[in-house]
């Protein structure tokens, strides 16, 4: 575990007893609104911790892609699977070139309405009468 993320876990360890500390204060002051306001945050704060654990366990285990690819021959002499960069850059590709076709596309579609329509400068506004 990084310095960051033991410095954000204390943090939050200590949010959580603030926020429990002060809601058995409240209750024993006899301010409910103000203990439910406490327990709210309390619940805020673990709520945000179980976020960030799922997520940095989801991002750290491997992905389905990688699972099922089969491992490179022992045969060869080098990596026989395409890396995940170049996955990526092939997908971002293939993204791009939809776009363009799409863009292409709504292009041809102006075009051919704006042939089908007349041309709106040759209608003139009528002049008042002075």
Same mark, same amino acid.
């Given at each position: 575990?990084?310095?960051?993320?033991?410095?954000?876990?204390?943090?939050?360890?200590?949010?959580?007893?603030?926020?429990?500390?002060?809601?058995?204060?409240?209750?024993?002051?006899?301010?409910?609104?103000?203990?439910?306001?406490?327990?709210?945050?309390?619940?805020?704060?673990?709520?945000?911790?179980?976020?960030?654990?799922?997520?940095?366990?989801?991002?750290?285990?491997?992905?389905?892609?990688?699972?099922?690819?089969?491992?490179?021959?022992?045969?060869?002499?080098?990596?026989?699977?395409? +890396? %995940?960069?170049?996955? #990526?850059? $092939?997908?971002?590709? /293939?993204?791009? &070139?939809?776009?363009?076709?799409?863009?292409?596309?709504?292009?041809?579609?102006?075009?051919?309405?704006? +042939? %089908?329509?007349?041309? #709106?400068? $040759?209608?003139?506004? /009528?002049?008042? &009468?002075?």
């Amino acid at each position: 575990m990084t310095r960051r993320a033991k410095l954000w876990r204390a943090g939050a360890v200590f949010f959580g007893i603030v926020n429990l500390a002060g809601m058995g204060f409240a209750l024993a002051m006899d301010e409910t609104m103000h203990a439910m306001a406490h327990a709210f945050l309390l619940f805020v704060g673990l709520g945000a911790y179980l976020l960030w654990k799922t997520v940095t366990t989801w991002a750290a285990a491997p992905s389905a892609d990688q699972l099922t690819q089969a491992p490179p021959l022992p045969s060869s002499g080098r990596d026989s699977t395409p +890396k %995940l960069g170049d996955q #990526r850059i $092939e997908y971002l590709q /293939r993204s791009i &070139d939809a776009l363009a076709l799409e863009v292409e596309r709504m292009g041809e579609a102006q075009r051919f309405k704006d +042939k %089908l329509h007349p041309e #709106r400068d $040759e209608i003139t506004p /009528r002049k008042k &009468d002075q």
